[in-house]
T-cell receptor
């Protein structure tokens, strides 16, 4: 069964450093998403990406964040200068083309720890 | 705008007992509704979804949920709890049309007592 894969599973970084979280969505999907879950809290939407551009972003997704689909298969989330409060589990998700009755498929997540 | 409220951050039931996890939603457009399960240190797995077809939706692992428009609810049930059901459960809503951004509830941690 096709799945969304995320790497690494756990990343530890120093405050102020840049991190890139990587995701390989399901191959025929056209919608891509990043969500995050701070420990003990609910899953929060960060950004959606369609047709090579951001289609929607939350207020959390400020100038420190960026997304990219560099090569048609990977989908990355970059945090330019990490803060302690960026520590969270980050989930990538992908969804099928519009008009198809489906749901978002989630990866296993990357746990980011900023120290 | 859409929102989800899950009543009860923590539910505890005995093995073999009925599981009922409550979810109420608010949506200005016809919604898709979902229940996801998260086992410890794992990602989100879809349990079931409502997409405007049958109002009673059956999912994996014996779970089902009923969409009640008049009550704006989408409660999750399972007739007989199993120890392996212990996990965090999230209700989520998205618009029926267009992009599938999900708005999640706070989650309900389900504990199963032997």
């Amino acid at each position: 069964e096709p799945e969304v894969t995320q790497t690494p599973s756990h990343q530890v970084t120093q405050m102020g450093q840049e991190v890139i979280l990587r995701c390989v969505p399901i191959s025929n999907h056209l919608y891509f998403y990043w969500y995050r879950q701070i420990l003990g809290q609910k899953v929060e939407f960060l950004v959606s990406f369609y047709n090579n551009e951001i289609s929607e972003k939350s207020e959390i997704f400020d100038d420190q964040f960026s997304v990219e689909r560099p090569d048609g298969s990977n989908f990355t989330l970059k945090i330019r200068s990490t803060k302690l409060e960026d520590s969270a589990m980050y989930f990538c998700a992908s969804g099928a083309p519009e008009g198809v009755n489906t749901e978002a498929f989630f990866g296993q997540g990357t746990r980011l720890t900023v120290v | 705008a859409q929102s989800v409220t899950q009543l009860g951050s923590h539910v505890s039931v005995s093995e073999g007992a009925l599981v009922l996890l409550r979810c109420n939603y608010s949506s200005s457009v016809p919604p898709y509704l979902f229940w996801y399960v998260q086992y410890p240190n794992q990602g989100l797995q879809l349990l079931l979804k409502y997409t405007s077809a049958a109002t009673l939706v059956k999912g994996i692992n014996g779970f089902e949920a009923e969409f009640k428009k008049s009550e704006t609810s989408f409660h999750l049930t399972k007739p007989s709890a199993h120890m392996s059901d212990a996990a965090e459960y999230f209700c989520a809503v998205s618009p029926l049309q267009g992009a599938q951004k999900l708005v999640f509830g706070q989650g309900t941690r389900l504990t199963i007592n032997p």
